[in-house]
């Protein structure tokens, strides 16, 4: 199989996200235009069940093949079919529980017309559920292209079939018609790649090795679990003590969430199995470098765009969704203190040293402290307050991760992380950020020209001095320059 760095990886499947990302991020503007406040509040709130229940049934099986798969060669047979059987059992019995109990979940969401919608919610997650193993399958595969081109396509027919669906008939219950479609599409071509590539059947199924499986998986998916119900547990209270219109709101607040996994997530997804297997190799040193260079170079692109969006917040807000939804302003700009802990990869040491049972504990720890402050938030601030807890949730997990980690590779707090060019990088974007916000953002102009003057100006500077200050390495500026000349070469009309 041909070997790709870790670099060029990453950028294939970054690439991949943004091109999902810019059909995806146009979708919800579209949709505030279509829909009332209440109907497309309606549609946040079925999707937060099913961003909610597509990542807890899991329960880490999927990820666990990013451990798995690069070290037990002889046994992939077994290790992907007891993946896509469990996947199976588990979305067929929520469906059937989202059936049974539809008129209770209304109940609590206050919102008779969401009971409907669950039957087929549940139909939806599960094919979503069994393809979702599809692009990680790609990745242990190093095969990033095509993890890329599925996520691309994805997110291109997501953003047909709603904004189609959408201008034949402006319901919900279309809306999730058009994204079970997709589900289908998806499940299709796991089954074409699957039955080409692999032979599985129950007949792989290992007993001794699937509990071996879980073993691993069930501690790292209670984790995913606590961290999920720590991210949305915000949203169903503001579901219980606000109707749909003000979830809305609510929701536009929170649109900067894919912009996390569009950066990061491609880096841990290519990092992780590398790290699992320098630490099987003994070799802990290149285990900590190849993460504090992963760290590092996140940083160089994270902080500048926590920088820009947090001064475009109020531009952002009212171009893309109206002056309807400025009140989501103050949501936006507290998630958005959510980056910089992302950039740390707080949990990927942990994770191969199999470290998941304190994964689990400290994830657990910060749901209970988000629950216990998340009721006193909303009395004492709103709906500015569960977004407050949220953040100092979850910057606690980090915190209680990269103290084990510390403990783990035996180093100090100053030598664990790449402090330096953090604080290079930051106060890089943040004096650009002063500059840019006196330059334009002081003067009274339009949302959208303030936007794109804004970020001209922002970039401009910040690349020069990337460049002109080595904050790029020389590795990295050739793999950019290669990247960006072979997709000028495939988009040139002569090629």
């Excluded at 760290?295 to 500048?304: E, N, T, V």
Aim: hydrophobic fraction near 55%.
């Amino acid at each position: 199989m041909k070997q790709t760095s870790l670099s060029n990886q990453a950028l294939i499947l970054i690439a991949g996200k943004i091109s999902a990302f810019t059909f995806s991020f146009f979708v919800p503007i579209a949709l505030v235009r279509l829909y009332s406040q209440e109907q497309y509040g309606l549609f946040q709130q079925v999707l937060l069940i099913f961003n909610t229940f597509f990542a807890v049934l899991q329960l880490g099986m999927v990820n666990s093949l990013l451990y798995f798969y690069p070290r037990d060669i002889e046994k992939r047979q077994a290790l992907l079919s007891q993946t896509l059987f469990f996947l199976l059992a588990a979305g067929t019995l929520f469906g059937i529980s989202l059936f049974f109990f539809q008129n209770l979940i209304a109940d609590y969401f206050n919102n008779p017309q969401i009971g409907p919608l669950l039957p087929l919610l549940g139909i939806y997650l599960l094919l979503m559920l069994v393809s979702s193993f599809l692009e990680i399958l790609f990745i242990v595969e190093e095969n990033a292209l095509k993890a890329s081109l599925l996520t691309f396509f994805t997110g291109f027919f997501r953003f047909c079939f709603l904004i189609g669906a959408s201008l034949i008939l402006r319901d919900v219950f279309v809306l999730l018609s058009a994204l079970t479609g997709i589900a289908v599409l998806r499940v299709a071509i796991l089954i074409f790649y699957l039955s080409k590539n692999y032979k599985l059947s129950f007949g792989n199924f290992s007993r001794s090795y699937f509990f071996t499986q879980l073993k691993y998986s069930l501690p790292f998916g209670l984790a995913g679990i606590f961290v999920i119900l720590t991210t949305t547990i915000d949203k169903y209270f503001i579901s219980y003590f606000y109707d749909s219109k003000i979830y809305a709101i609510y929701a536009i607040g929170c649109f900067q969430v894919p912009i996390v996994a569009l950066i990061f997530d491609p880096v841990i997804h290519i990092i992780l199995p590398k790290i699992s297997n320098l630490y099987q190799e003994s070799d802990i040193p290149k285990m900590h470098n190849l993460w504090q260079k992963a760290a590092s170079k996140l940083s160089l692109i994270g902080f500048p765009l926590f920088v820009l969006f947090l001064i475009l917040a109020n531009q952002i807000v009212v171009f893309l969704f109206t002056e309807n939804y400025q009140d989501s302003v103050p949501i936006l700009m507290i998630y958005l203190l959510l980056l910089p802990r992302q950039m740390t990869n707080y949990g990927v040491i942990l994770r191969a040293y199999g470290e998941t049972k304190y994964i689990s504990k400290t994830c657990f720890a910060s749901l209970a402290v988000a629950a216990a402050l998340m009721f006193p938030s909303i009395k004492a601030f709103g709906i500015t307050g569960p977004p407050m807890v949220v953040v100092f949730s979850l910057y606690l997990t980090a915190y209680l991760q990269l103290s084990k980690t510390k403990k783990l590779l035996q180093v100090t707090w100053l030598k664990l992380l790449p402090w330096n060019d953090f604080l290079r990088n930051f106060t890089a974007a943040a004096l650009i950020g002063l500059i840019v916000y006196f330059a334009i953002l002081s003067i009274s102009l339009s949302p959208l020209l303030s936007i794109l003057l804004s970020s001209l100006l922002f970039f401009a500077i910040y690349i020069t001095v990337a460049y002109r200050y080595q904050l790029l390495a020389d590795n990295d500026k050739k793999i950019i320059a290669d990247f960006l000349s072979k997709a000028w070469i495939k988009l040139s009309p002569s090629s």
